[in-house]
Structures are given as C-alpha cells and as structure tokens.
C-alpha cells in the first residue's frame, strides 16, 4: 500500500480549532482502518483516534474525548479530525496510518502501517 497523505495543521491558540485531513486514495483493501496518532517532543507516539472506513465506528483516546471528531468522506477517500478546544498539550505532530484489520476498538499502533508524512500542530499563546 501506498502513504497516506497528509494535509492541514498549523499554530493556534488554546481553545482554538484545525482540522487535519488524511488522503487514501492509494488503498486498495476492502476493508480497513485510519487511525490518527501524535507524537510531542520527548515523548512517545500515543493514539488519538480511529475509524473505520466501511462502517465509519470510532474510537477516540481519553485525552481528546468531546474535543476531537474524526470522520470519512467516501466520494473523496478523505479521513477528516478535527481538533477543538484545543489545549497546549495537543501540541504534536499528527500522523495518520491504515489499519488492515479494520479494528478499531482494539486500535493497537503496531497493527498499522502506511504512515502519512506528519504535520505539525502547534498550540501556543
């Protein structure tokens, strides 16, 4: 399979919104997965959210509950998160990646591959 890639990110103020957009076109499973990750400086990769594709069920980590919405866009094979109420600690960069299990509640990292480029989100004052 092909990277994804990746668009959107930037620098905002806290309680502010972005929105990242994750492009699929080069895959040509079934069924799958995208799930969006985050990496800060210093520490390690951690999950932020997933869905499925086929079904479009979620999984969100704790930290972005009620803050972050993931969605899928079948006409443009485009996988949306957008990020609100944005805190400096969601300061990361953002990958997306492709689940081939499609398994989303279970949303283990080394289950996915097809990493995206990254890109960076910044929140400062």
């Known amino acids: 399979q092909v990277p994804l890639v990746q668009s959107g990110g930037g620098e905002v103020q806290p309680g502010g919104s972005l929105r990242l957009s994750c492009g699929y076109s080069?895959?040509?499973?079934?069924?799958?997965?995208i799930g969006w990750f985050r990496q800060a400086p210093g520490k390690e990769r951690e999950r932020v959210s997933c869905?499925?594709?086929?079904?479009?069920?979620?999984n969100y980590a704790d930290s972005v509950k009620g803050r972050f919405i993931i969605s899928r866009d079948h006409t443009k094979n485009m996988v949306y998160l957008q990020l609100n109420s944005l805190k400096p600690e969601d300061t990361a960069v953002y990958y997306c990646?492709?689940?081939?299990?499609?398994?989303?509640?279970?949303?283990?990292?080394?289950?996915?591959?097809?990493w995206g480029q990254g890109t960076q989100v910044t929140v400062s004052s």
């Open positions: 990646a492709v689940d081939p299990w499609n398994s989303c509640p279970l949303f283990e990292e080394e289950e996915f591959e097809s």
């Open positions: 080069g895959i040509t499973l079934g069924q799958f997965a």
């Open positions: 869905i499925s594709v086929s079904d479009g069920s979620t």
